[in-house]
């Protein structure tokens, strides 16, 4: 499997948390997204939020760093956005002394904790990171968990632009790694050949000690794990 371990810059977010552990309130006009933040599609989806907000309130502050008079959202877009629709004034959050590099990785963390990026978001992160932030396919995978060579993957389905990985998304289509490098070969004209290592090997696993409740446990984390990475 590709994805060798949780994503490491969660640690971070921690890191530089845990010395304000109490949250303080800005005002919204004081907030502002990132204009890199990882997420590219679907951030004004936040309809499920509004009225989990309006419901529950904020369960969770957001994360923000200071630069000069304004402050940068690094952690909680999508609840920073809700917030807006729900017509607050202010919202709760924790400011981070991280610099912006580190900011970012946080930012690709936390949306990676919630399941928020597809692999080709994931893959234009990576690219930002090795572009202008001059990072090395070693560093990013030890900073993502994954392997470098899955990081190179990612980094092809990148080429992609977002009009076309929309028209997928529209179709219906997961937006799995399999897919999205099928479409980048089709739109490359380039023939079968794959982008990804196909490996032959084949793993069974014995799941008859486990109870019932365990097995179908291992089967819904398996079937999510094949679906995020196109594996059949």
Not at 16 to 37: A, D, G, M
Request: hydrophobic letters at 35%; charged letters at 35%; aromatic letters at 6%.
């Amino acid at each position: 499997m590709s994805k060798k371990t949780e994503f490491q810059a969660l640690d971070l977010i921690s890191a530089y948390t845990e010395k304000k552990k109490h949250p303080s309130s800005f005002e919204l006009s004081q907030i502002f997204p990132n204009p890199v933040q990882p997420r590219i599609i679907g951030k004004d989806d936040v309809e499920d939020l509004v009225q989990s907000m309006d419901r529950l309130g904020l369960l969770e502050p957001i994360l923000i760093r200071k630069d000069k008079n304004k402050y940068w959202i690094v952690a909680g877009e999508r609840r920073y956005r809700a917030a807006i629709k729900l017509g607050w004034k202010e919202i709760q959050a924790t400011v981070t002394d991280a610099d912006e590099e580190i900011c970012y990785e946080m930012a690709l963390a936390e949306n990676e904790k919630r399941k928020n990026l597809n692999p080709w978001e994931v893959g234009k992160a990576i690219q930002y990171l090795r572009k202008e932030k001059k990072k090395t396919a070693e560093e990013v995978s030890k900073l993502l968990g994954y392997t470098e060579r899955y990081v190179k993957q990612l980094s092809s389905i990148a080429r992609l632009d977002q009009k076309t990985v929309m028209e997928l998304i529209i179709s219906g289509k997961p937006t799995s790694v399999k897919n999205l490098e099928a479409v980048l070969r089709n739109k490359e004209n380039r023939g079968g050949e794959t982008i990804s290592p196909v490996s032959k090997l084949k793993i069974t696993v014995d799941l008859s000690e486990l109870t019932v409740k365990a097995r179908e446990s291992f089967n819904r984390e398996l079937n999510s794990l094949k679906k995020k990475y196109g594996i059949i």
